[in-house]
């Protein structure tokens, strides 16, 4: 904890600070995973509309590049990461000892 006089409110605002910032990083990766699930409904429906024509198949290769690339699953790490820094930064203004 920081010593000296408002040393205390200094690291309650650098907390509320970081908690702030989370939250707006939490909601930024909610939005690119509502935009990836509705990605991945379009290439669905386009792949599955083409396969019933029996058409041309670059609708089915992209969504298996989309599903390949596994987007979900870095979105989901992406989010762990977000959490485990902010815990990591809020116990380094907090000094707390193991």
């Given at each position: 904890m920081v010593?000296?006089k ?10 509320r600070?970081v908690?702030?910032?989370?939250k ?5 990766h909610a939005?690119?995973?509502?935009h990836?699930e509705?990605?991945?409904?379009a290439?669905?429906f386009a792949a599955?509309?083409?396969?019933r024509?029996h058409?041309n198949?670059a609708?089915?290769a992209?969504?298996q590049?989309?599903?390949?690339a596994?987007?979900?699953k870095?979105?989901?790490?992406g989010?762990?990461?977000i959490?485990?820094?902010?815990m990591?930064?809020?116990?380094a203004?907090?000094q707390?000892?193991?």
């Amino acid at each position: 904890m920081v010593e000296g006089k408002g040393g205390r409110d200094y690291a309650v605002d650098w907390k509320r600070r970081v908690k702030a910032a989370e939250k707006a990083l939490l909601d930024l990766h909610a939005e690119a995973v509502s935009h990836l699930e509705a990605e991945h409904r379009a290439k669905k429906f386009a792949a599955e509309r083409v396969f019933r024509r029996h058409d041309n198949n670059a609708e089915a290769a992209e969504l298996q590049r989309f599903e390949k690339a596994e987007p979900f699953k870095w979105a989901a790490m992406g989010r762990t990461s977000i959490q485990i820094g902010v815990m990591e930064l809020i116990r380094a203004i907090s000094q707390q000892s193991s």
